[in-house]
Nanobody
Framework: QVQLVESGGGLVQPGGSLRLSCTAS????????MAWYRQAPGKQRELVAA???????NYADSVKVRFTISRDNAKKTVSLEMNSLKPEDTAVYYC??????????????WGQGTQVTVSS
């Protein structure tokens, strides 16, 4: 059974920083793209940042320069460093991994989500 477990959310003041982490566990053959999504109340889930197994990255325009995604392939982790946080960054942040297991073809898996609240 594959699990993605996030950590690092919380309450931070505008202009502050947070670091989110996500670790994949279970019987995993390969992990391809890993990504962070977020969903604010009343809004659709949106892509924040993604990183391929080779280290190529992609960011939403709203977070470019402020957020940095990274991964450790050996530890099966992906992190999101968030700086200069704004109230509009408030959302539940979800980890996503496109991966392959011994018993299934490539597919997307989700973490349970971690709340990030930016407020004074």
């Amino acid at each position: 059974q594959v699990q993605l477990v996030e950590s690092g959310g919380g309450l931070v003041q505008p202009g502050g920083s947070l670091r989110l982490s996500c670790t994949a566990s279970g019987n995993i053959l390969s992990i391809y793209t890993m990504a962070w999504y977020r969903q604010a109340p009343g809004k659709q889930r949106e892509l924040v940042a993604a990183i391929t197994s080779g280290g190529n990255t992609n960011y939403a325009d709203s977070v470019k320069v402020r957020f940095t995604i990274s991964r450790d392939n050996a530890k099966k982790t992906v992190s999101l460093e968030m700086n200069s946080l704004k109230p509009e960054d408030t959302a539940v942040y979800y980890c996503n991994a496109n991966l392959q297991t011994p018993w299934s073809s490539r597919g997307g898996y989700w973490g349970q989500g971690t709340q990030v609240t930016v407020s004074s």
